[in-house]
């Protein structure tokens, strides 16, 4: 869930910092507000292409961040911070990006570098935007399978079937080389083994280089350090005019003064805390000074033994790595995996045939429970085009078809079997009666993505019965806790807005929605309502975002009913409020 975001001369945008809350968010505002502003500010964080014109005029740089907290049911999300060695602070996350007017970008999450691709692809765990932005999971083809499973409760399978399919690819890997060893094992090994004796004499440390490039710098640049080192010796506790004795002095004096005015025991306890921390200090400091020698010897060593690493790097890991990163981390996994390949050349005549026979079995059971997933996907794909079709139908596209294509992987009647099955899962879309079916890319504008992309998480969130109604039950899954709709209002209105209300406000219950509207019969159903606001400060133009008290938002009700707040407006804004208002009172 998005719990902050503070954006920095992006745009039109100066300095803004919000809070959020749970549930239904709804962002209104005149046009030319700034609302797509804040819209795209989300899709720049979550690593979308970006151009320095996006940076403020006048401004050298621009940087959006965010505080998210992210839910323990978020499978993917938590297993790819693990596998980074990111931790959560208190079950949240800060992810920040800045991009400077030469085009140079940088991203962070918790304050870890990270590249644009692996930004991207972690804030899919956390983010959905639909509309006219670039981050549309629907476009992403390998996302209609996850939703169809979903739907049809037949996760678990899947991922069962996964979890085979990585161990038939391992072992199929097994053989080939085991097959291949017949020509070159024992050039191999004796490769490998070379390799492993010579890491295993060599001992390596995870970090090490680090450490002893530190050391070298130290003994190589010995005579200036021990040039400042005495001369912080004498300004810290040699000579009369040191620090320590000038404090001495000082204390002597304040405790004389203690004696005759008992008003300065406080002055007098702060001035040997002193005191004493100057002796501590400059004792400290002393044993380090006299522990100062230079040894040649050690320098040689130290750089032999650097020198080492690099030559070993270089012959393992590539001239590239010679110089980078933790070398010795690297180092000794290559030596692991190539333990464990000598491992299984050293026995590949006796395993062979276990192999193969192993293999076959593999690819026996795995045939079978992919054509039951087949099965199973067809019948949940015909039920999740009927109820998505029934939904879009209330949310103003009525002669719209949708249907989930479940397609062999093989041609001609020949099983082929991927990661997650035998299947192909595409879902299609016809918007206009008389229309053929086509792939949602190519047909669907933004704002009917968005209503598609709310027809599926209704349905998802209503469970697999679920009948094209409002949803009854909501309950948590595992996707994208933040849902962000732009654009879903465009070319509808009537009691048709008031049903994509609705749905919102339902996925609302167990998911964080923002939704960009105009509609004041949609803007009513939100729980929390924000304003987005366009002002002159000076000479600069700047956009800003507010959270509504009950009399503000009734005031932008009114306006977006009517363009201004008269008593009419104003009475029908209140009509709405009390019929459709928020659970949060006008909040």
Known sequence: MLEEITIRNYALVDSLNQSFEAGFNVLTGETGAGKSIIVGSLSFLMGAKAEP??????????????????????????????????????????????????????????????????????????????????????????????????????????????????????????????????????????????????????????????????????????????????AAAEALFEGEDSALSRVRKARLGI?????????????????????????????????????????????????????????????????????????????????????????????????????????????????ARAQALSAKRKEAAKRLGEGITRILGRLGMPRAAFAAAVNPKGQGGRLVLGPWGADDVEFLISANAGEPLKDLARIASGGELSRVMLAIKTILLAGGGHQGGAASQVTPDESAETLVFDEIDTGIGGEVALSVGEYLAQIGACKQIFCVTHLASIAVRASHHLKVQKRVEGDRTVTGLSLLEKEERRQEIARMLAGDAGGAALAHADDLLEKYGGPNGGK
């Open 53 to 230: 014109d996006v940076i403020r005029s006048g401004c050298d740089e621009a940087s959006v961040s965010a505080v998210v907290q992210v839910s323990p049911h978020n499978a993917e999300a938590l297993a790819w911070l693990a596998e980074r060695d990111i931790a959560l602070d208190d079950g949240r996350v800060i992810i920040r990006r800045n991009l400077k007017a030469t085009g140079r970008s940088a991203m962070y999450i918790q304050n870890v570098s990270v590249p644009r691709a692996d930004l991207e692809a972690f804030c899919h765990f956390l983010f959905d935007l639909h509309g006219q932005h670039s981050h549309e999971s629907l476009l992403r083809k390998e996302t209609h399978r996850v939703y169809l499973d979903r739907f049809g409760g037949i996760e678990d399978e899947a991922r069962a079937f996964y979890r085979g399919f990585v161990t038939l690819t391992e072992k199929r890997k097994l053989l080939e080389a085991s097959l291949n060893s017949e020509r070159d094992r024992d050039a191999r090994l004796e490769l490998l083994r070379y390799g492993v004796e010579e890491l295993g004499k060599a001992a390596l440390r995870p970090g090490e280089s680090r450490e002893l490039e530190a050391e070298a710098q130290r003994l190589g640049d010995f005579e200036r350090l021990l040039s400042h080192v005495n």
């Open 255 to 367: 405790e004389a003064s203690a004696a005759i005015d008992q008003g300065l025991a406080g002055v007098l306890k702060r001035m040997e805390d002193l005191y004493y921390e100057a002796e501590d200090l400059s004792a400290e400091f002393r044993s380090y000074r006299d522990a100062l020698s230079f040894d040649p010897d050690r320098l040689e060593e130290v750089e032999e033994r650097l020198a080492l690493i690099q030559r070993l790097a270089r012959k393992h890991l590539g001239a590239s790595a010679a110089t980078a990163g933790d070398r010795e981390s690297a180092l000794l996994a290559w030596k692991a995996g190539a333990e464990k390949e000598i491992e299984a050349l050293a026995g590949a005549g006796e395993s062979r045939d276990t192999l193969k026979q192993e293999i076959a079995a593999l690819e026996k059971g795995l045939s």
